[in-house]
């Protein structure tokens, strides 16, 4: 009897080998390859040290890094950043507060957030928000270099020069970080004499 129950155990293992075998392989055949990020190709173009175009290339990221995937979730951003660009901050922070709130993983809704924060004079919100934006999209180059004004204006050169730096790693051709950078560099070295 022990025979039979060692053939039928050897029987159901090597059955059971064979249907695992069989799901792997169907996975493989059926699992799609991860794509590509989108944007990969306009950092590139970014990223490039000649040329313009990194212009296209910009515009190409701001137009995509806008679009959360739902008309009126894009409305919201849009109108928070009318309300920002036309001096109504409070308008600005709410209506940019009601699209994370419905929106939580949408980068661009927290880089706005921020400034519209940071216009108002509220540093605490606009740091959080800029940390939300950058961990959602790190390689968010206006949060970077907004947080990099920020930390300067705070009184900390050392941490903003990292976050100017880090966002001209990304976007070189960003004036205000070119211009960050340098005015940095230049009172570190005045400093130094």
Known sequence: MSADRNVFHNAVAALRHR??????????LTTPAFAADPLDDAFARLAAPTGEGW?????DILREWSRSGSPSMDLLLQRGEAALDQGDIDGAIGHLTALID???DFAAAYQARAAAHAAAGLTGPALSDLGRALELEPRHFVALTQLGAMLEELGQPDRALTAYRESLAIHPHQQEAIDGVARLERARIGTDI
Do not use: D, S
């Not at 212009?55 to 515009?59: L, Q």
């Open 19 to 28: 249907v695992l075998t069989i799901f792997i392989v169907l996975a493989t």
């Open 55 to 59: 212009r296209i290339a910009e515009a």
């Open 102 to 104: 419905h929106a939580p």
